[in-house]
């Protein structure tokens, strides 16, 4: 069956009433003295009139006031005394030290930008990567001549967030023998996504994992911003933790800026493209990314697939459903 | 940002291409080749139209058609003075394409934008394709139906969104409904006002059933010797040919003595082709390990030669024009029985018209 029709279901059951914040309050304020549950709140809704509360991410309090107000369109939180909005969607805003997967969108004269699906684009400075053979000099002119040999439009790097700006706009380095342009492999983007689900921050973003059906080894690269990279392990010829910077010449392979794939075996692109859709199903059934989850999802996924018998990798719809339901254990 | 192109590396088309011209071909997503994605669709969302639909595939897209229909007075052509008897043949020559109207929104996009004016000229073509849909506007010599069709996209276009407006357009016609009509002959049209006595404008069931159907266009990419539906983003970006392809069931009414209960039986007609120029014929091509000029930072940085041979593992964009067998080996795939514009179509019906 190559096309399922389904018919529309109703938005997800709410609490029956939004809960009281206390049984004694109310009196003072004409309404809004609630702090509603369930309920999508919108920017400028009222969460709650009441003192006791304190104001979180998400709400702000108008000067001359005390209603704590939202300021995002979300769900409430609360933990203890405080009130915070969970947006629905959010961009990523970055931090130093985030890792993040990037695609180059513009080429200039001595720097790249860099789309990191935040509000602004990133900036990656010709003296922030490594030159190939891991020569370490200054930059000259005929480096930024030839600066689209390094990176051009439209090409995936893995960069760590080196600095911020004023403005909000990050600075991005390559400096870095995990760091770099990205091949064989294909790329998810999960960005967007507020309330928890898609990729949070955790502690290992990059990890390698032996997959099923003697598909090999695949990298798996969450990048905070909620783009990933899901390519087949390429076992580097010297221990990447072991150089140091004074031997990084030798180490640095002269591939980095290549775009040419290694040669890919079926059952390893079999893999790579089940465990992106177990992160699609993960996103579609708002549920975060991370290590554990896409782990743990793409063995679910696996016994999922043994039932069809031409193994199925679609995690779609009515199957996707069944993989968050074995995960979330209900 | 003025236009939102859609980058991708060279290492990704690399890939992408490589699992998809494999036998049978690994989809990004894991879809089989002529698997869609699954959509939610209904109809009758909007009160103040004559039919409307809204589909929702699982990916986020998300469509909204919208049809409102007007009584618009048909000028008279300078040689309908003749007063012939009135007859079938003489109606069509009357009737004209242009009662249609179908305007696409695409958000972030200028309506007037070629892409967009492109896909809507495709959804009107397939419409007016059978010359039928126009005769059904007519009311009489005098006046007409005129039909606003708007067509929302209102997410943003994370693919190509051909198949699912094309889709959305189909059931919000199916839903179309018309007042009755009550006056008779060339005098000023008067109508029922009880909405339940309202027509449709392609009949359910019953005898008025035969004509034709509204079409529906689907979206096909060949890569290597596979032919895959609905293509996501990254699927049309390696794309060596993208087609739409319109077709039209057409319902003959079956005769009396003809008991044979043959639902299966579906004719269908194909009404339109286009090819869309598939986005991978603009994308740069990847630099092989030997001759990247970035790999050594003292290489010589003489001109490399275009090499025509093609490096295992590096992208090229493809070149030429479709080879026939691969045209004919889509237009077998849409319309053989059991295809799958007959199973689109089976699984459209079961939407529910309100």
């Known amino acids: ?330 | 940002m003025a236009s939102q192109q859609i980058l991708f590396s060279p290492a990704e088309l690399a890939y992408l291409h490589r699992s998809l011209s494999l036998k049978p071909p690994i989809r990004p997503d894991g879809r089989a080749p002529t698997q869609f994605r699954p959509l939610t669709a209904e109809t009758g969302i909007l009160p103040g139209t004559n039919g409307s639909a809204r589909v929702h595939f699982s990916d986020g897209t998300e469509a909204i058609v919208g049809v409102k229909a007007e009584i618009e007075k048909t000028i008279e052509a300078p040689r309908a003075e003749e007063s012939k008897p009135e007859s079938n043949e003489a109606a069509s020559e009357r009737t004209r394409g242009d009662w249609l109207e179908l305007a696409v929104e695409i958000p972030g996009q200028r309506d007037d934008e070629a892409s967009t004016v492109f896909l809507s000229e495709m959804l009107r073509e397939a419409l007016l394709a059978d010359k039928e849909f126009a005769k059904k506007l007519f009311i009489n010599r005098r006046f007409h139906w005129r039909l606003y069709l708007d067509v929302l996209l209102i997410s943003p276009p994370l693919s190509y969104p051909l198949p699912l407006l094309s889709l959305t357009t189909h059931l919000a016609l199916l839903a179309t409904r018309l007042p009755r009509l009550k006056s008779e002959g060339d005098e000023d049209p008067m109508f029922d006002d009880d909405w339940e006595a309202s027509t449709f404008l392609y009949p359910q069931e019953g005898t008025a059933t035969n004509g034709s159907r509204p079409p529906i266009t689907l979206l096909v990419v060949a890569i290597g010797d596979n032919v895959i539906f609905d293509p996501a983003k990254e699927e049309l970006a390696v794309a060596e040919t993208a087609l739409a392809v319109s077709v039209a069931e057409v319902r003959r009414a079956q005769k009396a003595g003809d008991m044979e209960v043959d639902s299966k039986g579906r004719e269908l007609s194909l009404l339109s082709i286009r090819t869309i120029d598939p986005p991978s014929r603009l994308t740069p091509p990847g630099v092989p390990h030997t001759s990247n000029t970035g790999s050594s930072a003292f290489a010589p940085t003489k001109l490399q030669k275009a090499g025509d041979q093609e490096t295992e593992g590096v992208w090229k964009a493809p070149l030429g024009g479709t080879k026939f067998g691969v045209l004919d080996g889509i237009i077998q795939a849409v319309l053989e029985k059991g295809g799958v514009a007959d199973e689109v179509l089976d699984g459209l019906e079961g939407v529910e018209l309100s």
């Open chain 1, 1 to 330: 069956m190559p096309i399922t029709v389904l018919q529309p279901q109703p938005a997800a059951k709410r609490q029956a009433a939004a809960m009281s914040v206390d049984s004694d309050s109310d009196s003072d304020s004409g309404g809004g003295a609630e702090v509603h549950g369930e309920d999508i709140l919108t920017p400028g809704t009222v969460i709650t009139s009441n003192s006791q509360w304190m104001r979180g991410h998400g709400t702000y309090v108008q000067p001359g006031e005390t209603a704590i107000t939202s300021s995002l369109a979300g769900t409430l939180t609360k933990t203890n005394k405080l009130l915070s909005v969970r947006p629905l969607r959010a961009r990523y805003t970055p931090e130093i030290g985030d890792l993040v997967v990037g695609r180059i969108v513009e080429v200039q004269a001595k720097r790249w930008r860099v789309d990191v699906a935040a509000s602004q684009l990133a900036i990656l400075q010709i003296s922030a990567i490594n030159l190939p053979g891991g020569i370490l000099r200054k930059r000259t002119e005929t480096d930024e001549l030839q600066i689209r040999s390094f990176f051009a439009e439209g090409d995936l790097v893995v960069a760590e967030v080196q600095q911020l700006h004023q403005d909000g706009a990050a600075s991005l380095h390559t400096r870095s023998l995990k760091y770099g342009k990205l091949r064989n492999g294909v790329f998810v983007s999960v960005s967007g996504i507020g309330g928890g689900s898609g990729v949070v921050r955790a502690k290992r973003q990059v990890w390698t994992m032996d997959v099923a059906n003697a598909g090999g080894k695949v990298d798996v690269l969450l990048g905070v911003n909620g783009y990933i990279w899901i390519s087949k392990h390429i076992e580097s010829d010297t221990n990447a933790e072991a150089v140091g910077i004074n031997r990084m010449e030798e180490s640095v392979s002269s591939k980095v800026y290549s775009s040419q794939n290694d040669p890919l075996e079926l059952s390893t692109m079999r893999e790579i493209a089940r465990i992106r859709s177990v992160i699609l199903a993960l996103v579609e059934n708002r549920l975060k990314v991370d290590e554990d989850m896409v782990t743990k999802g793409y063995s679910e996924a696996v016994e999922l697939g043994r039932e069809s018998p031409d193994d199925d990798l679609y995690l779609g719809g009515e199957k996707g459903q069944r993989l968050a339901a074995a995960l979330t254990g209900h």
